[in-house]
C-alpha cells in the first residue's frame, strides 16, 4: 500500500487549518488517514506547526513519501535530518549519540533564528504602530489648528458685524 505525507484540510472557508497524516495515497484528500502526525496553521504569522517529529522519521523509514508542502513543513522541523541522520547510523558512518547531538545542535539554531524572526516581527509591528500614532497625531492638530483658525474667523466677523451694526444704529440715530 503506496503511503503518503499530506495535509488534510479542516476549518472553514477562508480559514485553512490543516492535519498533518499519514495516509494511502487513493484515499481521498479529506478522507481516512493511518495516523495524525501534527498540525499545521498557516492563519497567524509566523505560521503554527506542531509536529510529531519521531513518527514521522518512523513513517519516513518505512517509505511513505511526502508531499510537496509537507516535504517542506517536515523539512522545516527536522524531521527530513533526523531521516538522513538515522540513515548514517544504519550504515555505521555515525553513532547513535553523534546524530543526537547533531539533531539537537540543529534545533537550537532553529530556534535562535525562530526567535529572532519573533522579535523583528513584533519590532516592525511596534514600527507601525508608532508610525501610525505619529501621524494620527499631526492630523488631530492640523484639525486643531483648523477649527481654531475658523473660530477666530467666525469671532473678528462677528466683532465686525456689531461694529457695523453700532455704526449703521448711530447713524440712524444722528438722522433722526
Not at 495516523?35 to 509536529?51: D, Q
Not at 548514517?88 to 525562530?114: C, D, H, P, S, Y
Amino acid at each position: 500500500m503506496p503511503v503518503k505525507i499530506r495535509l488534510q484540510r479542516h476549518g472553514k472557508k477562508g480559514k485553512p487549518f490543516y492535519w498533518i497524516v499519514a495516509a494511502d495515497s487513493r484515499a481521498k484528500r479529506d478522507g481516512k488517514f493511518l495516523e495524525k502526525l501534527g498540525v499545521y496553521n498557516p492563519n497567524v504569522n509566523p505560521a503554527i506547526i506542531e509536529l510529531n517529529v519521531d513518527n514521522a522519521v518512523q513513517w519516513l523509514n518505512n517509505g511513505a513519501q511526502p508531499t510537496e508542502t509537507a516535504r517542506n513543513i517536515l523539512s522545516y522541523k527536522g524531521a527530513l535530518l533526523k531521516h538522513h541522520l538515522a540513515g548514517g547510523v544504519r550504515k555505521g558512518a555515525l553513532t547513535e549519540e553523534q546524530a543526537e547531538e547533531k539533531f539537537n545542535a540543529w534545533l537550537a539554531e532553529k530556534e535562535g533564528k525562530i526567535s529572532q524572526k519573533k522579535d523583528n516581527l513584533s519590532k516592525a509591528e511596534e514600527e507601525a504602530k508608532a508610525k501610525a500614532l505619529e501621524a494620527e497625531k499631526e492630523v488631530n492638530a492640523k484639525r486643531e489648528a483648523e477649527a481654531k483658525a475658523a473660530q477666530e474667523e467666525a469671532q473678528a466677523a462677528a466683532t465686525e458685524e456689531a461694529a457695523e451694526a453700532e455704526a449703521t444704529e448711530e447713524k440712524s440715530d444722528n438722522a433722526e
